[in-house]
């Protein structure tokens, strides 16, 4: 048994389940609703901040998003935020938010809730 490896390792090691996946995935929509962009009153979720959630085998999560602007003001804060909005899903290991801006956001992005609550239609 001394080449058995730690249960932290033998977890990262195995490949997720569809279902566990799908699990993940409802957690990780959850979280990110769960991050305002301070200047409107919709989570970035619904505004179409986030581009891409890739999840790996080891249970790393990668997060691609935007802002609304470049020079938004919370551009340094915000992708801690969601940094740490996801960390307390205890399945995650590693979480990486990377800043992107191309493409660049538009309201088009934004889901017909966020267009409900911004009355935009």
């Keep these: 048994m001394d080449d058995a490896a730690p249960i932290d390792d033998q977890k990262a090691a195995t490949a997720l389940s569809q279902a566990e996946l799908d699990q993940l995935t409802d957690q990780l929509i959850e979280k990110l609703k769960s991050v305002y962009d301070p200047e409107i009153p919709v989570d970035i979720y619904e505004l179409g901040l986030v581009y ?27 992708p801690g935020w969601v940094e ?30 966020a267009k409900l609550q911004l009355n935009m239609f």
């Design 84 to 113: 740490e909005a996801i960390r307390t899903i205890p399945e995650v290991n590693k979480v990486t938010v990377e800043l992107v801006f191309d493409p660049p956001w538009d309201p088009s992005r934004m889901s017909d809730e």
């Design 52 to 78: 891409k959630v890739d999840v790996s085998d080891d249970r790393d999560v990668l997060v691609e998003m935007t802002l609304t602007a470049p020079g938004c003001p919370v551009a340094g804060e915000m």
